[in-house]
């Protein structure tokens, strides 16, 4: 079994400050793990992904991740917000092949001018 | 190269109706999944298809919630006699053959209003 874990459901940085958003993942098998954006009345976008290879992943828009087996986690970060990055983060965690994803509850990031 | 079209982007029902969701995947992907995502939730998957197939049905509601996958033409989500429960954000994602198909891509949801 699969689960993800994202630990507070909204997070407010000012701009230019350091972005840094919790994910905690649990699975039986190894993982594959994801990070999601979705802004406003649209649906998701891929950000980064991590399929056993490098474990420090960088992303779109100047996002990346880290992939710590000893901490099961996967914390996304960026160095400085922008206020183009407000909008709800999903992690999300799978399986070998092509299996279903499983999400965490989602982070609303908020940026303050 | 067109994205995961979903139709209609929002549909608005009264209790007792049929509601039919549409997706269409990314051309030359084979795999279609369908998430349902609850106000103020994560997505929840339902689904998985692959082509005349039900690969994982593991999240759909017993009774009420059908989806298939043609050979020719989208997936279809079908709900029968709507209740307002079913009011949510439903969303269709598509991966490809091979060594990539790890990676969904999603459409930009139908959104569902049970009157």
């Known amino acids: 079994a699969q689960s993800v874990t994202q630990l507070g459901s909204h997070v407010s940085v000012s701009e230019g400050a350091l972005v840094l958003l919790r994910c905690n993942y649990s699975?039986?098998?190894?993982?594959?793990l994801f990070w999601y954006v979705q802004y406003p009345n649209q649906g998701l976008q891929l950000l980064l992904k991590?399929?056993?290879?490098?474990?420090l992943v960088k992303g779109i828009n100047g996002f990346e991740a880290e992939f710590k087996k000893s901490e099961t986690s996967f914390h996304l970060t960026k160095p400085s917000a922008h206020m183009s990055d407000a909008a709800e983060y999903f992690c999300?965690?799978?399986?070998?092949?092509?299996?279903?994803?499983?999400f965490g509850q989602g982070t609303r990031l908020t940026i303050n001018p | 190269n067109a994205g995961v079209m979903q139709n209609p982007r929002h549909l608005v029902r009264r209790r007792g109706q049929e509601a039919r969701l549409r997706c269409s995947p990314m051309?030359?992907?084979?795999?279609v999944y369908w998430y349902r995502q609850l106000p103020e939730e994560g997505l929840k998957f339902m689904v998985y298809?692959?082509?005349?197939?039900?690969?994982?049905e593991s999240g759909m509601p017993k009774e009420r919630f059908s989806a298939e996958f043609p050979k020719e033409g989208p997936s279809i989500l079908r709900i029968q006699q709507v209740v307002r429960g079913d009011s949510a954000a439903y969303f269709c994602?598509?991966?490809?053959?091979?060594?990539?198909?790890?990676?969904?891509?999603f459409g930009a949801g139908t959104r569902l209003s049970v009157l």
């Open positions: 994602a598509s991966s490809p053959p091979g060594a990539s198909k790890n990676i969904q891509y």
């Open positions: 699975s039986s098998v190894p993982p594959y």
């Open positions: 991590y399929t056993s290879a490098a474990t």
């Open positions: 999300a965690v799978s399986g070998l092949g092509a299996q279903k994803l499983v």
């Open positions: 051309k030359g992907h084979s795999h």
């Open positions: 298809l692959q082509k005349e197939n039900i690969i994982d």
